[in-house]
């Protein structure tokens, strides 16, 4: 072949290269491809194995570098500030191991209360709450139709908040399958969901009031195990439910959120029902003794804080009332309901700011009778758990901004220390959720505590400057809603039994 013809040839097949590189297809091929590697390993599996791979990582790295962790600790306390953060940490690291230890010690003498049997059961009212929830408050009611409670003994009622989607044609919905058995009740305009309580409680019959999240599932036995607690316990006033995730396979965020929950639940709450002090009854499954609800509803209802209705924590508000009244509050751990989570970022820091918010709200409330003689019988479990919730929130942000000064002063060596200090914390939630469930979504503790401090640890500051601001955030209402927009003796609600 001739050199003219060897140049033709290459410049040729360099033609039909670049076509190649040039066509959009090939990169689509190459990436289906890749994506059908990746399929075979679940992507739950590799990211869990990643963040156990990089904590790992870091401790590692720290114990090889660590006469450089050690001189970076000495420079740091030869300044006065950096001295004042290295004692307040492990001031701070002394007492949360010293309480964690008397909680470890609180769980085992923790057990739920046996299921009551049908003679033995109050009548209960189930008041469920909507707004805007579509299909999901069916599935909702047809859980609760479900349970494995006495038919005669059992009252639902469902509040359209004044939907503004088909939420209301759903609950009608339910009420025709389940002729007489769902009083069906809408607002005449959105009013918040402690209005829709307020609503459903003044027409409840039962001895028991129970609420139900509308985007929530109870299992058969829930209801029976809830309301148990009260057969003979007079002094049991408020029951806290267990709340699982619903929609863990829609995204990481809600798998993290069941591994949090359970810590949440089947730890902390667990040791505060061994003291007879459960800070918080969760919306999505609680249960209140009539007598006791009714004696301080008026009060709940019209709660105002900085001057305004307070239109958030309406569940950890009427815990503390119950407390107050000098009642006990439980846990039951094996009433469990499972609830959808939110999958977005902006919505998961919405509900969390939230319910920071509330926190510190509740928190300086019962702040105002904790330490009195409130109740009969030993309170020190109740104002244990409150000094403990206070100098976690009053310490964060002063522990966030001394990090963020320790990272950007030596960010190869403070960065690795977070990351040890996450992989330890993390640990206890994940041991809590092995035991519980015995299975490897335990992992997930460690993700949300590495997503939690680099992605949602400025709730706890920022809430703590906004504490007075209210409104639901994931819910869009009006500016003109709130609690005491939609008073008792005006625009009456449409009311029906479901026949």
Known sequence: MSIEGSLVETLARVRSQAAVVANPAWLRELGV???????RVPFGTLTKG?????????????????????????????????RAFLVASQFFLVISVAFFAWQLYRIRTYRPASAAADADLPTCTVVVPAYNEGRQVLVTLRSLMASDYPAEKLQIIAVDDGSRDDTWQWILQAGREMPGRITTLQLPRNCGKRRALYEGFVRATGEVLVTVDSDSIVEPVTLRRLVSPFVGNPRCGAVAGNVRVLNLHEGIIPRMLDVSFVFSFDFVRSGQSS??????????????????????????MHQRFFGKPSDIGEDRAMTNLVLREGLHVLFQSDAVVYTNVPTRYKNLCKM??????????????????AFRSFREGS????????CMQWLWTASAPLFLTALLCCILWRPDIFLLNVLCGIGLWSSMPALVYLRRHRSSDALWAYAYGIFNFAALSWIGPYSLVTMHKGGWLTRHLPAATGAAAFPAAAAPARSRAAA
Request: glycine residues 4%; positive net charge; charged residues 20%.
């Open 352 to 369: 969390l700011l939230r319910w920071a918010r509330s926190n510190i709200r509740e928190n300086i409330a019962m702040s105002e009778f």
């Open 379 to 386: 309170a020190a479990g109740a104002r244990a758990y409150l």
């Open 275 to 300: 003291v007879n002090s459960v800070l918080c009854t969760p919306g999505a499954l609680a249960a209140y003794r009539r007598d006791v609800l009714f004696k301080v509803l008026n009060e709940w």
């Open 50 to 82: 990643l963040i156990v791979a990089l904590l790992l990582g870091a401790a590692i790295t720290t114990q090889l570098n660590w006469q450089e962790v050690a001189s970076a600790r000495e420079a740091l306390a030869e300044n006065p500030l950096g």
């Open 33 to 39: 491809k890749a994506l059908e590697r990746c399929n």
